[in-house]
């Protein structure tokens, strides 16, 4: 494999040239890396297999989390990013369909936690004022100079009430059954999630928020785009309005074909850039011609090509991207998704081999 150039000896992250370039303030010398996930199989490898590190899980304990907190910092660092992306917020409890022997569970889509008033009543609402800071606090005094922190909570407000909440087919029946539930219930999700952010704002090196909220599948969104636009839309322009209040870019990811919503995202909520992408709805290079002057894309590397290409395929795949994508700047390369443990570790780094290859580091 040709990306012997992992662990990088001397990383110069520049989360102010990661959001110039996004943002289009200036020509990119090279092309900025972001991803979303790097599930915890592939993290391990990274931090065992490449930097050399006793892998430490994040437990309950403040050393299990600062031992793995220093090893998600080091991987980012020794990888290229300017910033890092950490996902950690406000948690809804849920009722899962399923929790296999490894601990991977399964969302139950036919219905969540609420059915009726009394349920919502009795239901333990988070509060984004309760959640734990410390991961956030840690990170921010322990970046290496002049890399970035993007804060995400644990899911979206759809996501919240599509998963966690309602459930998926419970809320297609209860848009038209009980609509007044329904808005209840996102209310009570998006407060949550906009509390959290109300903490973390005035953090040192954070730079924005990456709101992960998946509203639609291969063809069109879950629900409709007026129910999205009535129920869903409206926090997220919360969020982003919170964001550039204080200086910070609002990312949002969100999986499927949310085409019907685009505009809205742009002219309405402002999101200041989009991640998730998948060759077989949009591809990346095709997004940035039709939306890249509006705002920044992120990622792009079709997960189903990261997951299967040969080294040879893969790595002209990526550089076709490159050479679409990068010029001119508003665009963050990375994988379309996120890194699944079926994508091998060797795959990711040859992606990022490539992005590395590009532009003068």
Not at 73 to 101: H, M, S, T, W
Not at 232 to 240: G, I, Q, R, S, T
Request: one cysteine or more.
């Amino acid at each position: 494999m040709g990306f012997l150039r992992f662990p990088l000896k001397k990383p110069k992250p520049d989360a102010k040239y990661f959001l110039d370039v996004l943002l289009k303030r200036r020509e990119p010398a090279y092309v900025p890396l972001f991803e979303y996930i790097v599930n915890e199989p592939v993290m391990k490898r990274l931090v065992e297999e490449v930097l050399g590190r006793k892998w430490v899980p994040f437990g309950p304990d403040r050393e299990s989390q600062m031992r793995y907190l220093d090893n998600y910092i080091e991987v980012f660092y020794r990888l290229g990013f300017d910033q890092i992306r950490f996902e950690y917020g406000v948690v809804f409890p849920q009722k899962f369909a399923r929790i296999g022997e490894d601990g991977r569970s399964w969302v139950n889509d036919h219905t969540g936690a609420i059915s009726s008033w009394e349920d919502f009543e009795n239901y333990p609402w988070p509060s984004g004022k309760d959640v734990d800071l410390f991961p956030y606090e840690y990170l921010s005094k322990n970046l290496p100079e002049g890399m970035g922190l993007i804060a995400s909570s644990c899911g979206g407000v759809f996501e919240a009430v599509k998963n966690s909440l309602l459930g998926f087919e419970k809320l297609a029946y209860m848009l038209y059954d009980d609509p007044k539930l329904v808005e209840a219930v996102f209310e009570r999700a998006g407060q949550a999630i906009y509390e959290f952010y109300q903490q973390i704002v005035g953090l040192p090196r954070l730079i924005g928020f990456c709101q992960g909220d998946d509203m639609g599948f291969k063809t069109q969104t879950l629900i409709s785009p007026d129910a999205l636009r009535k129920y869903v839309l409206p926090w997220h322009k919360k969020f982003a309005e919170l964001a550039h209040k204080h200086g910070l870019v609002y990312f949002l990811h969100s999986c499927g074909n949310i085409e019907a919503v685009m505009e809205d995202l742009i002219e309405d909520v402002k999101i200041d850039g989009k991640h998730s992408f998948e060759d077989a709805i949009m591809p990346v290079w095709e997004f940035k011609k039709k939306y890249g002057d509006k705002i920044a894309v992120l990622g792009g590397v079709d997960m189903d090509k990261l997951a299967r290409l040969p080294e040879k395929e893969l790595r002209a795949y990526v550089r076709y991207i490159l050479e679409e994508c990068s010029p001119r700047g508003g665009f963050a390369i990375g994988s379309g998704n996120s890194i699944p443990d079926y994508v091998s570790m060797e795959n990711y780094l040859i992606m990022l081999d490539e992005a590395l290859a590009w532009g003068e580091r």
